[in-house]
C-alpha cells in the first residue's frame, strides 16, 4: 500500500543574488518583486537543496516515487549527483522513480528556471510568472506492482460516466505496471458499495444513479481500485466521480442534466499579496468560500492548470469549470511541443473531475503572433489533440477584441468565447450588445461566450459622476450594472465570466496609484475588501438574503444632494436618514435614493430583516484622496 511522505521543511535556497537561506515550501523568489511594478523582477534560475532520510521500503518488492505538484517553470531534479529528470511547465504534476539512486541518507537538488526563452509557456501575458517550488513535493513508496504513475502525471485510472435514463453506465480504465488483477469497487457517498467488478477496463452501471447537479446539489461517487496479486492488496487508489450530462444550445444556452442551467460566474487567479503563488489550502478554501458567496456556478480558471485541491472544491461545491493551458498571448513555433505536452498533463490529470466541461486551448494567442500559419495549425491540433484524450468534452478558447469575428483562430474549437472589454479601454457600454448581436447574427450556430469583462475599480477613489478611466470603485460598479444587464437580453450565450474575482500581480502595470497590479478584482488582492461591484453579482445571483448600501468609503462629498445607492436580492428597500425614513422602493438589484445632503449622514438600508448601515458628510472642497493622481509611467499595459 502507499506510504506517502511531503518534504516541505527546511529546504536550502540559492536566490538571484547567490545568498543561500533556509526556506520551506511553498515558496517563490518573486513574492515581492513580482507585485511591486516596474516589470523588472528576476526571471532565472535559483536552486533548491534538501537532504532526507531514505524511507523504510524492501528494495525487492517496492519503489519509492517522488512527486511535486507544481514547480514554475521549468525544473531539473538531480539526486545524490545523478540526474532524475527534467520538466518543462509551471503549472502540472509531474513524478520520477528514485528507487536505484537512494541511499540512507539523500541529498536533493532542484534547478527551477522562469527565464525568458521561446519553448515553454506562458512568457508573455497580463500576469506574473512567479519562480519557484510554489507547490507539494512528497516521497511515494509504493509495491512494484501499482497504478501507473509516470503517465504524464495521471492517476492511473479513468472514470467515464454516462447517463442513461434513470441508471449510470460507468467505464473504468486502469494502468498498470507490473502484474496483478485489477478490482473496482464503486461507493456512493454515504460509502456504500453500489456496483463491483474485475479487470483494468470495465463497465459498471449504477442504478438509479445520483447525479451531480451544479451548485443544487453537487453529489459525488467514489471509485476505489485495487491491484491483487496472489490474493494481496499491492496497490490501491481512490478517485471521486460525478454522473452527470451537460451540452451547450447555441441559440438556449448551457444545459446540464438535461435542463437549462446558465453559466454565470468568474475567472481567478491563484496568487496572494505577499506570498505570490506559493498559497496554503486554507487560502483555496477561502477564495472558494467568497466565490460561493457572490452565487456564482462557473469557473474560469485562468490562465494555466490550478491545484488538484481547488479542482476538488470545484467538485465539491459545484462549480462548473472552464480548465485551460498557458497558451497565451504570443504563438511561439519553438513552443509547440509544450504546448502539447502542457494539455496532455491537464487532461490525464483532471479528466476525472465532474465539475470540468471544456478545455481551453489558447487565450488572446493573436496579440503579437507573427506566424499565423503555424500557430493555426498548432490550434487545430490541439484542438484535435483535445478530442481524441476525451470524447465526452468540449473545447473553446478566448479571443481578445482584435480578433475579429471572421477571424479563423474563432472558429476552430467546438465554443468560442471573447475577452472584451468595451466601456474600460474604449468608450460605450452598448457596443457590447452591438458586438453580441452582430456575431449571433453572422454564426447563430456557433456557441459564444464572454470569457473575460470587467474594468479597474479602487476602493480608495471615488466620484460622484464617475467615467472610463478614472479606476473609482463607483466607475467599476455602474460597468458591471451595465453588464448584466446587457446578459440578461442575451440569454442564449454559453457562459459568462467576471474578470476577475480577486486583483492580482501584473508586474508590469502602472495603473490605479498602485504599481503592478491588476484591479479588476471584486474582492482585493488580500482578500480584506469586497468592493461594491462585489454585492452587485451578489444581489443577483445569490439567494443568500442582503442588503448593501454602496460607496461606503466615499465619506466626504460636496454638493446639496447625495445619491445613495443600494444592493439587494431583496424585493424591497427602505432607506433611513439620522432615524427617518426618508423613501422605500419595490424593485430588482439596485435601489438609488437622492437625500439631502446637509452635515453629517447617519445612513441605514433595510430589506425584510437584513440592514447596512452608512456614514457621508458634506464637505466644501472634494477630498483629493479620492482621485487618480496619474504619473508618467513606461507601463505600455492599457488604460
Same mark, same amino acid.
Given at each position: 500500500m502507499r506510504e506517502i511522505t511531503k518534504i516541505m521543511k527546511g529546504w536550502e535556497f540559492t536566490g538571484p543574488d547567490g545568498t543561500t537561506t533556509t526556506v520551506d515550501l511553498p515558496h517563490t523568489w518573486n513574492a515581492r518583486d513580482g507585485q511591486d511594478g516596474g516589470n523588472d523582477y528576476w526571471r532565472g534560475t535559483c536552486i533548491y537543496r534538501t537532504r532526507f532520510a531514505a524511507p523504510q521500503f524492501n528494495t525487492a518488492s517496492h519503489q519509492v516515487w517522488i512527486q511535486f505538484d507544481g514547480v514554475n517553470a521549468s525544473a531539473h531534479v538531480v539526486l545524490n549527483g545523478s540526474p532524475v529528470c527534467n520538466h518543462d511547465g509551471g503549472y502540472s504534476t509531474f513524478r520520477a522513480n528514485i528507487t536505484e539512486l537512494l541511499r540512507d541518507e539523500n541529498e536533493l537538488t532542484v534547478e527551477v528556471d522562469n527565464s525568458k526563452n521561446d519553448r515553454v509557456y506562458p512568457q508573455k501575458a497580463d500576469f506574473t510568472f512567479y519562480g519557484g517550488i510554489y507547490r507539494d513535493v512528497s516521497l511515494m513508496v509504493v509495491s512494484k506492482d501499482h497504478f501507473t504513475l509516470d503517465y504524464f502525471g495521471g492517476p492511473g485510472i479513468r472514470i467515464t460516466p454516462t447517463v442513461q435514463g434513470a441508471d449510470a453506465s460507468v467505464q473504468v480504465t486502469t494502468w498498470h505496471d507490473g502484474e496483478g488483477e485489477v478490482s473496482i469497487e464503486l461507493l456512493d457517498a454515504a460509502g456504500n458499495t453500489v456496483a463491483t467488478g474485475k479487470g483494468p477496463d470495465i463497465t459498471l452501471t449504477i442504478f438509479n444513479a445520483h447525479l451531480w447537479n451544479g451548485v443544487k446539489d453537487p453529489y459525488l461517487y467514489s471509485c476505489k481500485a485495487r491491484l491483487v496479486v496472489n490474493g494481496t492488496v499491492e496497490d490501491e487508489t481512490t478517485t471521486r466521480f460525478g454522473v452527470r450530462s451537460f451540452k451547450v444550445d447555441p441559440k438556449k444556452g448551457f444545459f446540464l442534466n438535461g435542463k437549462s442551467y446558465p453559466l454565470h460566474g468568474v475567472s481567478r487567479h491563484q496568487d496572494r499579496k505577499g506570498l505570490g503563488n506559493a498559497i496554503t489550502r486554507e487560502m483555496h478554501d477561502e477564495d472558494m468560500a467568497l466565490i460561493k458567496e457572490i452565487g456564482a456556478n462557473t469557473i474560469r480558471l485562468a490562465h494555466y492548470q490550478h491545484d488538484q485541491y481547488f479542482y476538488d472544491l470545484c467538485d465539491e461545491v459545484g462549480m462548473v469549470v472552464w480548465a485551460e493551458i498557458p497558451y497565451i498571448s504570443e504563438h511561439m513555433p519553438n513552443g509547440r511541443e509544450n504546448t502539447i505536452?502542457?494539455?496532455?498533463?491537464?487532461?490525464?490529470?483532471?479528466?476525472?473531475?465532474?465539475?470540468?466541461?471544456?478545455?481551453?486551448?489558447?487565450?488572446?494567442?493573436?496579440?503579437?503572433?507573427?506566424?499565423?500559419?503555424?500557430?493555426?495549425?498548432?490550434?487545430?491540433?490541439?484542438?484535435?489533440?483535445?478530442?481524441?484524450?476525451?470524447?465526452?468534452?468540449?473545447?473553446?478558447?478566448?479571443?481578445?477584441?482584435?480578433?475579429?469575428?471572421?477571424?479563423?483562430?474563432?472558429?476552430?474549437?467546438?465554443?468560442?468565447?471573447?475577452?472584451?472589454?468595451?466601456?474600460?479601454?474604449?468608450?460605450?457600454?452598448?457596443?457590447?450588445?452591438?458586438?453580441?448581436?452582430?456575431?449571433?447574427?453572422?454564426?447563430?450556430?456557433?456557441?459564444?461566450?464572454?470569457?473575460?469583462?470587467?474594468?479597474?475599480?479602487?476602493?480608495?477613489?471615488?466620484?460622484?459622476?464617475?467615467?472610463?478611466?478614472?479606476?473609482?470603485?463607483?466607475?467599476?460598479?455602474?460597468?458591471?450594472?451595465?453588464?448584466?444587464?446587457?446578459?440578461?437580453?442575451?440569454?442564449?450565450?454559453?457562459?459568462?465570466?467576471?474578470?476577475?474575482?480577486?486583483?492580482?500581480? %501584473?508586474? @508590469?502595470? +502602472?495603473?490605479?496609484? /498602485?504599481?503592478?497590479?491588476? =484591479?479588476?478584482?471584486?474582492?482585493?488582492?488580500?482578500? *480584506?475588501?469586497?468592493?461594491?461591484?462585489?454585492?452587485?453579482?451578489?444581489?443577483?445571483?445569490?439567494?443568500?438574503?442582503?442588503?448593501?448600501?454602496?460607496?461606503?468609503?466615499?465619506?466626504?462629498?460636496?454638493?446639496?444632494?447625495?445619491?445613495?445607492?443600494?444592493?439587494?436580492?431583496?424585493?424591497?428597500?427602505?432607506?433611513?436618514?439620522?432615524?427617518?425614513?426618508?423613501?422605500?422602493?419595490?424593485?430588482?438589484?439596485?435601489?438609488?435614493?437622492?437625500?439631502?445632503?446637509?452635515?453629517?449622514?447617519?445612513?441605514? %438600508?433595510? @430589506?425584510? +430583516?437584513?440592514?447596512? /448601515?452608512?456614514?457621508?458628510? =458634506?464637505?466644501?472642497?472634494?477630498?483629493?484622496?479620492? *482621485?487618480?493622481?496619474?504619473?508618467?509611467?513606461?507601463?505600455?499595459?492599457?488604460?
Open positions: 505536452s502542457q494539455m496532455k498533463e491537464l487532461i490525464i490529470q483532471n479528466y476525472n473531475h465532474p465539475c470540468i466541461v471544456c478545455w481551453g486551448v489558447s487565450n488572446e494567442i493573436t496579440i503579437s503572433t507573427k506566424d499565423k500559419k503555424d500557430m493555426l495549425d498548432n490550434h487545430r491540433q490541439l484542438n484535435d489533440l483535445c478530442h481524441e484524450m476525451d470524447k465526452t468534452r468540449l473545447t473553446t478558447l478566448a479571443c481578445y477584441a482584435m480578433c475579429g469575428p471572421f477571424n479563423r483562430s474563432a472558429h476552430i474549437t467546438d465554443m468560442v468565447s471573447w475577452n472584451l472589454y468595451l466601456g474600460w479601454y474604449v468608450p460605450g457600454f452598448i457596443l457590447n450588445d452591438l458586438w453580441m448581436g452582430f456575431f449571433h447574427l453572422c454564426f447563430p450556430n456557433r456557441p459564444f461566450g464572454y470569457s473575460e469583462y470587467g474594468a479597474e475599480g479602487m476602493p480608495n477613489l471615488h466620484s460622484t459622476h464617475p467615467h472610463r478611466g478614472d479606476h473609482t470603485e463607483e466607475y467599476q460598479a455602474k460597468y458591471h450594472e451595465y453588464m448584466l444587464r446587457c446578459f440578461k437580453r442575451h440569454p442564449w450565450m454559453w457562459a459568462t465570466h467576471v474578470w476577475n474575482m480577486f486583483d492580482f500581480a %501584473a508586474d @508590469a502595470r +502602472d495603473q490605479g496609484g /498602485e504599481p503592478g497590479m491588476n =484591479h479588476k478584482g471584486l474582492v482585493t488582492f488580500d482578500r *480584506k475588501t469586497k468592493k461594491d461591484s462585489f454585492y452587485l453579482y451578489k444581489a443577483w445571483w445569490s439567494d443568500e438574503a442582503f442588503v448593501h448600501i454602496c460607496s461606503k468609503r466615499f465619506v466626504e462629498r460636496t454638493g446639496s444632494t447625495a445619491t445613495v445607492k443600494v444592493y439587494s436580492n431583496q424585493s424591497t428597500v427602505a432607506l433611513y436618514v439620522n432615524g427617518n425614513k426618508v423613501g422605500e422602493q419595490t424593485g430588482e438589484h439596485v435601489f438609488t435614493f437622492k437625500v439631502p445632503l446637509n452635515g453629517e449622514l447617519h445612513i441605514q %438600508a433595510v @430589506a425584510g +430583516d437584513r440592514t447596512d /448601515e452608512s456614514v457621508i458628510r =458634506h464637505v466644501d472642497t472634494p477630498n483629493p484622496e479620492y *482621485k487618480l493622481h496619474k504619473t508618467k509611467s513606461k507601463s505600455a499595459n492599457w488604460v
